[in-house]
């Protein structure tokens, strides 16, 4: 689509109405950065070189904090911090430059001669985030990028400069985000050299025009792709959400739906013939691609490991059970609506689940175990059990009981007071009975666990049960997460479904309390650890385990019952003693 942008208006092409020329800058003016990365410092650097002091700085990230602390200047550590500085210390010019935060009128209207954000789209159509990917999957040839005042809104400020940049046929959000980097840097010269010479022409934006695009929101079916799409949606789908190897990626990633498995596609390169079979119709397989016909050409597509490596693409077929001449699954517009709003519903707290997940923190019991699962695995699944010391509690008592009960009794016999187990999230209704979103979404998620064995059983339960909550308000996060972040795509335990050796599932099913323990699973027990599952029947406040009797043996899990019951036991008997010393070993 084509798009028209003003010129920089230091070049003497900027809109004659609304102007706003300021007065010509003192030769030093004081100012305030906001902000992070390397193109924050670059902008930094500028300013100093042409004669700007900057009285203190905003860190997003340590690359810009580290940068600030070696040019000696003062860093805030918040928005409310920053407002307390400028209060006393008012400057002429804040910058904002990649900057994800909303700053307040209290902030950047202390700025005696204005403030400024860096905006990587053209406004008012692309503003928000990712601006670049959105260009990429509208298939926009032009783009620009955009320095504009700030005001009450967000990205709604008067334009100040723009500088267009083009998009090639091969341009990736990598790509195209270096290319606004750089013209970022000519734009804010731009910028500078009107506030010196009190040239600076700012014109409003047309907001009838203005298209916004929220941090949560996420292309079609969340990066999975549609083969009955066009080759040329396929390749800008692929190219709008490559971040390159070494920056995380805020959207999704690029995929294939095989099964249950999920797959990352690294490339998609759209041959010159036209598909004369079915869209979906696996043309070739070979070890480094896969041709596939889609609603127009025929494309190659390329396959990446978790880790980011090359997958070979043969193999996959061959676990796949596919031969050339088979059709690949395809979605249809209900199911891909569903994945986006699913995906939607989540981003909120990606960042949260990102931040734990780079603090794994397994947990293994202290019982001679093989610690490598033979195949295949030999789970067995135990006999429900009542505790019978909470025979007078409700069954939300009882449940409550039994997990703060199992999480110290952990901790005793681990020696470890800060851990994180396997959580299974409570069914969603959104999600149920939907394979093609359940596939995306993680089924096991970490809980957060700190037990301070000083604390009476009372304090440890109310801990647990603010990380009860905590669970319920994030629920789950896309699989797809740990591959998009750089930090997480090398931690192998990552990339298994189970990662955390230890679980903890709370079931909504009514069982007995009756039974000898199976050889085999029961059908659909859940499994949220890797070796060894404790799940409690929130219905009657029963319990039960799953584990894998190759690595774990049966009586153990005795031991274990046997353990607990007295933990809790000795709970209702002196429920102000310390967890610590509450006695776990049977009587004499």
């Not at 959207?251 to 596609?265: N, R, S």
């Not at 796949?320 to 059709?327: A, C, I, K, M, V």
């Not at 009960?405 to 999230?425: D, N, S």
């Not at 009372?458 to 319920?472: D, G, I, M, N, S």
Request: aromatic share 8%; net charge negative.
């Amino acid at each position: 689509m084509k798009m028209a942008y003003r010129s920089s208006p230091v070049r003497g092409r900027g809109c004659e109405r609304d102007q706003d020329r300021h007065p010509a800058a003192p030769s030093i003016s004081s100012t305030v950065f906001v902000g992070g990365g390397t193109l924050a410092i670059r902008c930094a650097q500028l300013a100093m070189a042409m004669g700007h002091v900057i009285g203190a700085a905003l860190c997003d990230d340590a690359i810009f904090a580290e940068w600030a602390a070696r040019a000696n200047i003062p860093c805030r550590e918040s928005v409310e911090e920053l407002c307390s500085f400028l209060e006393a210390e008012p400057v002429d010019w804040i910058f904002s430059i990649a900057n994800p935060f909303i700053l307040p009128p209290d902030v950047f209207g202390r700025a005696r001669r204005g403030a400024f954000n860096y905006h990587d789209g053209p406004l008012p159509r692309y503003a928000g985030t990712q601006a670049a990917s959105w260009a990429l999957l509208a298939q926009e040839t032009e783009y620009a990028i955009t320095w504009h005042r700030i005001d009450d809104g967000v990205n709604t400020g008067d334009v100040v400069v723009q500088r267009q940049v083009l998009i090639t046929p091969n341009d990736t959000a990598w790509s195209l985000n270096l290319k606004c980097h750089e013209a970022a840097i000519e734009g804010f010269r731009d910028l500078l050299t009107g506030l010196e010479k009190g040239k600076l022409t700012a014109y409003p934006q047309v907001l009838v025009d203005r298209s916004y695009f929220p941090s949560r929101r996420r292309p079609d079916a969340a990066g999975c792709l549609r083969w009955d799409r066009s080759a040329q949606d396929l390749s800008a789908m692929t190219r709008a959400l490559n971040f390159g190897p070494y920056h995380p990626n805020p959207m999704c990633l690029p995929k294939v739906l095989i099964g249950d498995e999920v797959v990352t596609v690294r490339r998609l390169e759209v041959l010159a013939r036209p598909s004369d079979v079915p869209a979906g119709r696996l043309l070739e397989v070979h070890s480094s691609h896969w041709r596939v016909a889609t609603g127009t050409e025929n494309v190659d597509v390329c396959f990446g490991e978790p880790d980011g490596e090359v997958l070979d693409a043969r193999a996959l077929a061959r676990r796949s059970n596919l031969d050339e001449g088979d059709r690949l699954p395809i979605l249809s517009d209900e199911q891909a609506r569903s994945i986006t709003v699913t995906h939607e519903l989540l981003a909120p707290s990606e960042d949260f689940w990102r931040q734990r997940l780079k603090q794994l923190r397994t947990l293994q019991l202290p019982f001679p175990s093989s610690p490598v699962a033979q195949a295949p695995l030999g789970w067995q699944s135990s006999s429900w059990f009542i505790a019978s010391a909470l025979a007078r509690l409700s069954p939300l008592d009882r449940t409550e009981y039994l997990v703060t009960a199992w999480l110290i009794y952990l901790a005793r016999i681990t020696g470890e007071t800060e851990f994180q187990l396997g959580w299974t999230p409570a069914p969603q209704a959104s999600r149920a009975g939907l394979p093609a979103v359940e596939a995306l979404i993680a089924s096991v998620v970490p809980m957060e666990n700190t037990i301070d064995p000083a604390q009476d059983f009372a304090a440890v339960r109310r801990a647990v049960a603010a990380e009860w909550h905590r669970l319920k308000e994030h629920d789950s996060f896309a699989r797809d997460l740990i591959a998009r972040c750089p930090t997480l795509r090398p931690v192998k335990a990552l990339r298994s479904r189970r990662p955390w050796p230890i679980g903890i599932t709370i079931t909504a099913n009514s069982y007995s309390a009756a039974g000898d323990l199976p050889s085999s699973q029961s059908a659909g027990a859940p499994q949220c650890g890797e070796v060894l599952t404790f799940e409690v029947c929130a219905v009657d406040g029963s319990f039960r385990w799953h584990f894998d009797a190759n690595r774990l043996a049966a009586k153990q899990i005795d031991r274990m019952t046997q353990h607990l019951q007295n933990l809790l036991s000795g709970v209702i008997a002196d429920a102000a003693q310390p967890v610590g010393r509450i006695d776990i070993l049977p009587a004499d």
